[in-house]
């Protein structure tokens, strides 16, 4: 008897036995009920199927307005919206902290209240928003600690000098602006509910603030991580935040007694316990990051502990009057200086905090936000106000004190527009005020719109920037001569690889020297910058170790992009290269996760169809393009021996210089397979044809009205222009079906 035979019956047998058993004990334990309940009748199934259903629906209407399950309705409809218009707005080029912002006011009384006032009062039933404020509130102290951990202090010791001026001039102009704008604004909007010193400093600090964790985000994306202007800004953005949280503990302090002596022991205290969490907490740690410097050693009983430091230092700053969310930052800011250790912690924290805790914020903030109390003209011109004069603050203060540094002007104004992001930093400010009445509703909403319009803005601005110094003569693209550049484009690591045997083979014995840049994109600004080294290191880990075993020379390069095709596209084009080597998308990948990854991907197309790849970005590689463009089918390649080149149009014959350079490095022999009578009608393609024959006697040409079935199984290496490779794609659909490994060429004249 089989194993799995005797399991089953045994499992029967418990089965039977245990049911029995459990059936025997209720029965004799019912003897002991002093009222026997009636027995199931017709009558009882009756009532069950006539009025059953009523009460289960009643019973789910009363469940459904449970505290726990209005809370996770509550969090399903804020994380649904929140994602939804973040993605939108990344569509648009726009950091995607803007449509979370956006989705808060959406679910407010600014738009789904005055719609949809029956919904809005069942989703954010006032007596249950508490919930929601506390776990936003949490969110955000693990978000504030991330954010002190993002900080490099050593990159800011580094160029101490320059930052302190352009990040505190910056702040000191903005301000002062705010500091009159309060002036102008409190006799109308504050004067009867708030002290006029608690109003223009939370005015002032709001004006002068700057987001770093979205300035970081924006200058990833832009490829500026690594450049002196990227450098500049974010060192700059982080001295600035750690003012500016310093600054705003002191404001906080100061707002709570009323006066400054009042506020003079709140600030001592906080000042001994940053003296403590620097001098005493941060050396205590780093030795604690040298012991503990890898995951493996990394246990649950350290990270509890670190855990345990952001508590205690957010509640003593939470108890001294200054805020948790200060607490927070600093204990971010003295986590052990490793590198290593700040990413495995950011890993535990950061996708929770980022993806559930922060959209709770935005709602709760945009539940606070009414744009209706800004109604009047006379309204909305104090809500440009403050608009115009945060952003003349920040972008002038800055750029002035830049260029006193000596940096170029347009370096200078690319640091004010970056200076400008005000983003969630300023949200968290304005949350402050208004939880401690301070700001009033009007003037929350005018500062809330302020901060949406000068984070949304910066991204038009450093492109009208650019445009604007953009001299003339400067935009034709200047190739190095005798050089040929190809810009070697891969998505998956072990993909890279295959590329680099590629470009090596092809384009190894051409007539000019070759230059190989490697190119990885990491896809999604919202990406870490503290985990991007990570993802570089073992994105191009393979095609190093290739290229050393190739003895070749190759350039890496690593950006972040929400839109890889155009990034792409704007590199090949911006910086002049000569061919673009991509891979073919998932419809023509041998790998066996691809083709089963391709068989859903149209459910009324076969797994494997060539037209796909019309549906793939690499289409748009080839149209954006200035320079040629190579698209590479990857089916077990090793080595270009026995090549067959597809000739169907006039123009097709460029695919002999290809193959040339094949021959001279690998010896190859090809097959030159004429599909029709296109070349042979044309003098100048038949002579073409010739002449490579002659040159090339080991060649052998085949014509045909269409490509063998025996031909395409022989091979292990394929030439097709792009243009003959659609027209085939649909007429030969079942022949391509088996092609070797394929280089698709869409050639541009240099």
């Given at each position: 008897m089989k ?5 089953f019956i ?14 025997w004990?209720i ?5 002991f009920e002093a009222?026997v309940p ?5 009558e ?7 009025q059953g259903f009523?009460i ?9 307005q449970?505290?726990v399950a209005?809370?996770?309705l ?6 649904f919206?929140?994602r ?8 648009i ?7 979370e ?7 407010g009384?600014?738009?789904l ?5 029956g ?28 954010i ?5 202090i ?5 160029k ?49 603030i700057?987001a770093f ?11 500026l ?8 800004s ?10 500016a949280?310093?600054?705003?503990a002191?404001?906080?302090a ?25 001098f ?8 604690i ?10 246990n ?7 855990f345990?430091?952001l508590i ?24 052990p200086?490793q ?13 929770v ?26 309204e ?22 830049a ?77 190095a001569?005798?050089k ?19 470009a090596?083979?092809?384009f190894?014995?051409?007539?000019e ?6 190119l ?11 985990h991007?080294?990570?993802?570089e ?9 290739e290229?050393?075993?190739l ?16 990034q ?5 084009n ?6 673009l ?16 990854a391709?068989k ?9 169809y ?11 590689f080839?149209?954006q ?10 089916r ?18 460029f ?8 021959i001279?490095?690998?010896h ?14 044309n003098?100048?393609?038949?002579n ?10 080991k060649?052998?040409?085949v ?17 097709i222009?792009y ?18 490994s394929t280089?698709?060429?869409?050639h541009?004249?240099?």
């Amino acid at each position: 008897m089989k194993k799995g035979f005797k399991n089953f019956i045994f499992y029967i047998l418990m089965l039977v036995i245990c049911c029995a058993l459990i059936a025997w004990v209720i029965q004799l334990g019912s003897r002991f009920e002093a009222d026997v309940p009636a027995k199931i009748s017709h009558e009882n199934i009756s009532n069950f199927l006539t009025q059953g259903f009523p009460i289960f629906v009643q019973s789910l209407q009363s469940n459904i307005q449970t505290p726990v399950a209005m809370l996770l309705l509550q969090v399903i409809s804020i994380l649904f919206f929140a994602r939804i218009l973040g993605y939108l707005f990344m569509k648009i080029g726009q950091p995607s902290v803007i449509g979370e912002i956006v989705a808060g006011i959406v679910l407010g009384p600014s738009l789904l209240s005055h719609f949809l006032p029956g919904v809005a009062s069942f989703l954010f039933a006032p007596e249950s928003l508490g919930n929601i404020t506390i776990l936003s509130q949490i969110g955000l102290i693990f978000f504030m600690f991330v954010i002190g951990m993002e900080l490099d202090i050593a990159a800011v010791k580094e160029k101490l000098n320059e930052t302190i001026l352009i990040s505190h001039t910056g702040m000191l102009v903005s301000f002062l602006c705010g500091v009159v704008v309060a002036y102008i604004t409190y006799s109308t909007y504050a004067a009867h509910t708030t002290p006029f010193i608690s109003y223009a400093l939370f005015i002032g600090i709001s004006m002068s603030i700057t987001a770093f964790p979205v300035l970081a985000r924006i200058i990833q994306e832009k490829g500026l991580t690594k450049s002196h202007l990227g450098i500049l800004s974010l060192t700059s953005a982080a001295n600035g935040d750690i003012t500016a949280w310093c600054l705003l503990a002191a404001v906080i302090a100061i707002t709570q007694t009323g006066t400054l002596a009042g506020a003079g022991y709140t600030i001592l205290f906080a000042v001994l316990f940053l003296l403590f969490m620097f001098f005493v907490m941060r050396p205590f740690l780093n030795i604690i990051g040298t012991i503990y410097h890898n995951e493996e050693l990394i246990n649950k009983n350290i990270v509890a502990f670190m855990f345990l430091i952001l508590i205690i230092s957010a509640y003593t700053t939470e108890i001294l009057g200054i805020h948790a969310l200060f607490g927070a930052f600093m204990a971010g800011v003295i986590m052990p200086r490793q590198v290593q250790f700040r990413k495995i912690l950011t890993e535990k924290v950061e996708d929770v905090a980022l993806t559930i805790f922060l959209p709770l914020f935005f709602v709760s903030t945009g539940l606070k936000t009414q744009i209706g109390l800004i109604s009047t003209p006379i309204e909305w011109l104090t809500c440009g106000l403050f608009t115009v004069t945060a952003i003349f603050g920040k972008v002038m203060g800055t750029a002035m004190a830049a260029r006193f540094t000596g940096e170029s002007w347009k370096h200078s104004w690319y640091l004010g527009a970056l200076m400008n992001t005000r983003g969630l930093m300023e949200l968290i400010v304005l949350t402050i005020g208004y939880e401690m009445k301070i700001l009033p509703p009007p003037i929350f909403a005018m500062l809330v719109l302020m901060t949406l319009i000068t984070t949304f803005m910066t991204g038009p601005l450093l492109s009208f920037i650019g445009l604007f110094f953009r001299k003339k003569g400067k935009n034709r693209i200047e190739r190095a001569e005798n050089k040929f550049r190809l810009l070697l484009s891969f998505g998956r690591a072990s993909n890279g690889k295959a590329l680099l045997d590629v470009a090596q083979q092809v384009f190894g014995k051409g007539k000019e020297e070759l230059e190989i840049t490697a190119l990885h994109l990491t896809i999604g600004t919202e990406v870490n910058p503290i985990h991007t080294e990570k993802f570089e290191h073992i994105s191009f880990a393979p095609i190093l170790e290739e290229a050393q075993k190739l003895n070749i020379a190759i350039k890496t390069r690593y950006d972040v992009a929400n839109n890889a095709t155009q990034q792409i596209a704007n590199i090949v084009n911006r910086e002049g290269f000569n061919f673009l080597l991509v891979g073919a998308g998932l419809s023509l990948s041998a790998l066996p996760q691809d083709m089963e990854a391709a068989k859903h991907t149209d459910l009324y197309s076969k797994w494997f169809y060539p037209g796909d790849l019309l549906k793939d970005k690499t289409r748009q590689f080839i149209e954006q393009s200035y320079s040629s463009v190579g698209v590479f089918v990857n089916r077990n390649f090793e080595q270009a021996t026995e090549i067959i080149v597809i000739l169907k149009e006039i123009q097709d014959v460029f695919l002999f210089e290809y193959a040339g350079n094949l021959i001279a490095l690998n010896h190859a022999r090809i097959y030159v397979c004429e599909l029709g009578d296109a070349i042979q009608k044309n003098k100048l393609s038949e002579n073409s044809v010739r002449e490579f024959l002659n040159v090339h006697t080991k060649t052998i040409l085949v014509c045909s009205s269409h490509i063998p079935d025996e031909l395409l199984s022989k091979q292990n290496f394929m030439l097709i222009s792009y243009e003959t490779w659609l027209d085939l794609s649909e007429h030969e659909k079942e022949t391509l079906q088996c092609m070797p490994s394929t280089l698709i060429i869409k050639h541009r004249r240099r």
